[in-house]
């Protein structure tokens, strides 16, 4: 029996078949899904051309297998038939320079002149462009933190995407950038990335992108190019920041920021708007100290 025939995975799943029979060969998420690929389907976000789908409620015109969970059961099909391969052999170009304890895992690429300093680690799956540096400590590709609730608990999801680092990229000591859930994880070329910063998985960081220290982004952050970031700031899951905007140190963002615009404070706003309230604390608080 093919789990890859749609007919054969429903009756796998215990899932209920609707539409023709279909046949696939890859998985992808919805928005990337293309004819030979499997998906799943939550809510309302219909899937363009996916070959076999899995959701709650059938799709017109669709090969659907309907399961009370689809993601679930799409975790379930990505443990059965999809694993993250550790013993392929890595490229290293011979002009990269990889020093004492770094450990580079199967089914990594390091570009012409790399530098990779101790202790650093690359996960399987992980791209590095030329002249990038990378320093110690740095783990890069590790698990996305993602988990699905269940009877039984948090169920672990499966993550088959990698790291894709361009040239020129900088990554800063104890910095985790994770790889994607199904999809790249992707830094473009000329970022530079400082100590302890956390890159969730399935973020696509553009070209240019400076973020200092202890910055922390959630998953599926895209960060467009040129954008300064301070440091200490937060920035939720599936936010866009704007080519060429600025986000000051300590700031908390929950809401996409437009092209160039500058931001400060949580939750982030307009830079001169959070300054203005800080000098109104500020009198306030010196108007109740002349009172005392």
Known sequence: ??????????????????????????????????????????????????????????FDGHTCIIVDD???????????????????????DPTATIHGGAVIMGGCSVGARTTVYPNAVLYPGTSV??????????????????????????????????????????????ATIDRGFLADTTIGS???????????HNCWIGSGVVIAAQTGLSGSVTVE???????????????????????????????????GQRVLGTPAQAAMTTKRSYAALRRLAQRGSDTD
């Open 1 to 58: 029996m093919s789990l890859h025939q749609s007919k054969a995975l429903a009756k796998w799943l215990n899932g209920e078949h609707t539409g023709p029979e279909g046949s696939w060969e890859s998985v992808a998420s919805i928005d990337r899904s293309g004819p030979d690929d499997l998906t799943f389907a939550v809510g309302n976000a219909e899937p363009s051309s996916a070959a076999v789908v899995l959701c709650s409620t059938p």
């Open 70 to 92: 689809p993601k679930l059961a799409f975790i379930h099909v990505l443990n059965e038939m999809f694993h993250v391969e550790h013993g392929e052999p890595s490229e290293i």
């Open 129 to 174: 462009g030329t002249d990038c540096i990378i320093h110690a400590g740095a783990v890069i590709g590790a698990d996305g933190f993602g988990f699905h609730p269940s009877k039984t608990g948090p169920i672990k999801i499966p993550h088959l995407g990698g790291v894709a680092m361009g040239d020129r990229v900088e990554i800063g000591a104890n």
């Open 190 to 200: 000329d970022t530079k990335i400082d100590n302890h910063v956390h890159i969730g």
């Open 225 to 259: 190019d040129g954008v300064l970031i301070g440091g200490q700031v937060g920035i939720v899951e599936h936010t866009r920041i704007g080519r060429g905007a600025q986000i000051g140190a300590q700031s908390g963002v929950n809401k996409d920021v437009a092209n």
